[in-house]
C-alpha cells in the first residue's frame, strides 16, 4: 500500500531565508505526487502536481518541488518565504482508484 | 472556479446526537470525498462515492455512514456522534474520466464539530 512521510511537524523559518519541506512516500508503482496548502481556517489548495515529464514542478508563488525516483521523495522548497506562506502543508500520492494518501502535514511558521 | 461549500463552518453537538454534515459541489464533479483532519494525522479518508448512490469505505469509516441522492450533494452522518469524532471534516471533489488517477481534488473550507 501507498504511503506518504512528512517527518518535519513544524518548520520555523525568518523571513526571506529558503525552504525545504520533506516529502518521502512508499509505492511499488507509477506515481503521481501532490503538495497541498492549507492556510489558517480554510481548507486545501492544490499547490503543484508531479504527473510526469520534467521531474521539477513549480507554483505560481515560487515553490518548486523535485521528483526523485531513486530516492522515492518529491520535496518542497521555496528559495526565499513569505510571511504569507504561513500554512500547512501537505504531501500526498494517488493510490489509483481516483483516492489520495496524504502525509501528516508540516506546519511552516514564517516569522519576520 | 470549482466550489465545494459546507453547510457549516462550526458545529457543537451532544453526545449520541444524530449529526449531518451537508457537501454540495458546482462543477459536476462525479467523485466525492469526505476526510477527518486531526492534528499531527493528516487526513484520513471517511468514505469516498464515485456516483449517485454509490460509496466506498475509506480508512475509517466506523461510526460513520454517507449518503449520495443528488450527484452534486454528498452527506456525511455520524448515527450517535461520540467525543472522539470531535474533529475537523472537509469534504472534496474531482472529476473522473480519462487520466483520473492525477486529477486535482477540490476542497472545501471544513466543518469544525465538537462534540460535548
Known amino acids: 500500500a501507498q504511503s506518504v512521510t512528512q517527518l518535519d511537524s513544524q518548520v520555523p523559518v525568518f523571513e526571506e531565508a529558503p525552504v525545504e519541506l520533506r516529502c518521502n512516500y512508499s509505492?511499488?508503482?507509477?506515481?503521481?505526487l501532490f503538495w497541498y496548502v492549507q492556510y489558517p481556517n480554510q481548507g486545501l489548495q492544490l499547490l503543484l502536481k508531479?504527473?510526469?515529464?520534467?521531474?521539477l514542478v513549480e507554483s505560481i508563488n515560487g515553490f518548486e518541488a523535485e521528483f526523485n525516483k531513486s530516492q522515492t521523495s518529491f520535496h518542497l522548497r521555496k528559495p526565499s518565504v513569505h510571511i504569507s506562506d504561513t500554512a500547512e502543508y501537505f504531501c500526498?500520492?494517488?493510490?489509483?482508484?481516483?483516492?489520495?494518501?496524504f502525509g501528516t502535514g508540516t506546519r511552516l511558521l514564517v516569522s519576520p | 472556479d470549482v466550489k465545494v461549500t459546507q453547510s457549516s463552518r462550526y458545529l457543537v453537538k451532544r453526545t449520541g446526537e444524530k449529526v449531518f454534515l451537508e457537501c454540495v459541489q458546482d462543477?459536476?464533479?462525479?467523485?466525492m470525498f469526505w476526510y477527518r483532519q486531526d492534528p499531527g494525522l493528516g487526513l484520513r479518508l471517511i468514505y469516498f462515492?464515485?456516483?449517485?448512490?454509490?460509496?466506498e469505505k475509506g480508512d475509517i469509516p466506523e461510526g460513520y455512514s454517507v449518503s449520495r441522492e443528488k450527484k452534486e450533494r454528498f452527506s456525511l452522518i455520524l448515527e450517535s456522534a461520540s467525543t472522539n469524532q470531535t474533529s475537523m471534516y472537509l469534504c472534496a471533489s474531482s472529476p473522473r474520466g480519462a487520466g483520473s488517477s492525477y486529477n486535482e481534488q477540490f476542497f472545501g473550507p471544513g466543518t469544525r464539530l465538537t462534540v460535548l
Open positions: 462515492s464515485y456516483d449517485v448512490k454509490m460509496k
Open positions: 509505492s511499488s508503482v507509477s506515481v503521481y
Open positions: 462543477m459536476d464533479h462525479e467523485n
Open positions: 500526498a500520492v494517488n493510490t489509483g482508484f481516483q483516492k489520495l494518501v
Open positions: 508531479y504527473l510526469s515529464g520534467s521531474t
